[in-house]
């Protein structure tokens, strides 16, 4: 089982329209959770992280996390062309002698016009 | 706030040679940097975790020997690729981290090309 899971999409969703981004982790420990945004040929960007159960929002986005099902999520409602890219969900994982991120493989997202 | 910055952006050299990458921390003090290597159109792999006054931490399979990193200082870490052959073409990334927090800040990135 991966450290971190996405479907690697691409995952088409019509502009204006709420677009659902999963990832699913195996370590119970972890607590720290990340959604960046990566545009082909750059370097990854945070949007949001989020360290407790529920939802957090900012702006269009909405990360949501459920420590029980170990299950992360990010929405981007009222998406755009400009939404589109490839969508990192990363989780920090803990170990005896540091904290690393682990990146999921990402999916790809496509708001089309 | 937050910045990060690589240079160079983009380099091309010639098979047994080696290149340096820099990584710097703009407004901020990074304690720990990590070092990615993202071949096109897959996920990011760490290298290795650098903390400031220490030695890398390498992951699994990656070559120090080969890979070396130095963190000499709270704002700058560079990556040596040392004899750089065509394989080790790719987009390597670096990111920094404060004291306190887990979220990573992440430079520009570099694209190296090894003829």
């Known amino acids: 089982q991966k450290e971190v899971e996405q479907n690697s999409g691409p995952l088409s969703v019509p502009e204006g329209a709420i677009a659902s981004l999963n990832c699913t982790y195996s370590d119970r420990g972890s607590q720290s959770f990340f959604w960046y945004r990566q545009y082909s040929g750059k370097s990854p960007e945070l949007i949001m992280f989020i360290y407790s159960n529920g939802d957090k929002e900012d702006g269009r986005f909405t990360a949501q996390l459920n420590k029980a099902s170990q299950y992360v999520s990010l929405l981007i409602r009222d998406s755009q062309p400009s939404d589109s890219a490839t969508y990192l969900c990363a989780v920090n994982m803990r170990n005896s002698s540091a904290s690393k991120i682990i990146f999921g493989s990402g999916t790809r997202l496509s708001i089309r016009p | 706030g937050a910045v990060v910055s690589q240079h160079p952006s983009r380099v091309i050299c010639k098979s047994g040679t080696s290149v340096k990458i820099e990584c710097r921390s703009l407004d901020f003090q990074a304690t720990t940097m990590f070092w990615y290597r993202q071949f096109p159109k897959k996920s990011l792999m760490l290298m290795a975790t650098?903390?400031?006054?220490?030695?890398?931490?390498?992951e699994q399979g990656v070559e120090k020997d080969k890979f070396l990193i130095n963190h000499a200082s709270l704002t700058l870490s560079t990556l040596t690729v040392t004899s750089a052959h065509p394989e080790d073409s790719s987009f390597y990334i670096c990111?920094?981290?404060?004291?306190?927090?887990?979220?990573?800040?992440f430079g520009p990135g570099t694209r190296l090309t090894v003829l």
């Open positions: 990111s920094a981290k404060f004291s306190g927090t887990d979220t990573q800040y």
């Open positions: 650098s903390n400031e006054g220490s030695k890398a931490t390498y």
